[in-house]
């Protein structure tokens, strides 16, 4: 089941509980996810240039004793149909003050391997540009 916020979680986890529900996603985009609380942290399934640009949290939740789950997306939703990445730092650097130290850990991990995926694409892209510019170069160089 999917909700809003870990409030209106909580205030249905009786509810949740004879259903025989044990786990909830938190809505994409969502102000009071419980940083503090997860207890891990994987690569999620949102790939642009050869790297994953997204990640999902999980905690149990001691007050409802539910598994909650939410997903994270480490570019701003400008990036998409952009040509380059739009990794949002201030956020990362945000929420990776909040996690406990082996979630944080985990996505820290994440976060080096896209630091080296987006190394990778800049000398390519560099390698590239240079070739432009090496083509541009012969092309005012033609005598007509």
Known sequence: MTFKTISEVRSKAKLLSELG???????????????????????GSTYRFDCCVSGWFECRDKKSGLNIE????????????SGTFRFNVKEIERISALLPDPVKGQ???HIKSCALKVKAKADEWQKAATAQYQAASALEGVSI
């Open 21 to 43: 529900e044990t786990r909830v996603i938190l809505e994409s985009r969502q102000p009071d996810y419980p940083w503090a609380e997860a207890t891990s942290y994987k690569p």
């Open 70 to 81: 939410w997903s994270f997306d480490l570019e701003d939703q400008e990036a998409s149909g």
């Open 107 to 109: 996505f820290a991990a």
